[in-house]
């Protein structure tokens, strides 16, 4: 069976070789957005948003919660940029993407103990996450953002996707990161 799914990979691979490979990007997104999601695989930001290769970076986690190790992937990803003799600055974007019917309100039944840790929280902490709401979750996880003090980017916006229309809402409009009044 694995090794079916491995041949059909790779088969769909050359496919992609051959029809969609785009030779040369830049390591940069193009669109200088940075958009935070959730692992579903309903959820796919290229898909919803009709992206094409090389136009945004795309972190993915259980619930797209803007939890310890987002945080520091997102440090990681500030310094590969300095490294390269850029920085994450006005004119970066990070998008928080929510998602109705997440998997992640399962968690707290079936994994209470995991999910805090992936959280950054207790177990009584999860009360106060907005794991079943995906409107408040999004809040929360911008404020988070605009809070941590290594901000990666000048703006944040937090959107909702609806599984079931293919609709994204904006419930956090875009903002700067820092506080400041609008450019």
Known sequence: MT???????????????AEGFVAG??????RKTTILTCADPRVDPFDIFNL???EAAIIRNVGG???????????????????????MGPEWTF?????????????????????????????????????TDPYASVAMDVAA???????????????????????VEVVVPPAPLDGSAAA
Not at 4 to 13: Q, V, Y
Not at 25 to 30: D, E, H, I
Not at 65 to 87: E, K, N, S, Y
Not at 115 to 124: E, S
């Open 65 to 87: 919660r803007t939890d310890p190790g987002t945080l520091q992937t997102m440090a990681l990803l500030r310094a590969v940029v300095r490294a390269m003799d850029g920085d």
């Open 145 to 167: 953002l605009k809070r941590n003090p290594k901000k990666t980017g000048a703006w944040v916006a937090g959107l909702v996707y609806g599984v079931a229309t293919g609709r």
């Open 25 to 30: 990007l830049r390591m940069m997104p193009s």
């Open 95 to 131: 998008v928080v993407l929510h998602h109705t019917d997440c998997g992640i309100r399962h968690c707290m039944a079936q994994a209470p103990d995991l999910l805090a840790k992936h959280l950054g929280t207790t177990v009584a902490g999860l009360a106060e996450m907005a794991i």
């Open 52 to 54: 094409t290769p090389g």
């Open 3 to 17: 090794s079916d799914i491995i041949s059909g990979l790779t088969c769909r691979n050359d496919d992609y070789v």
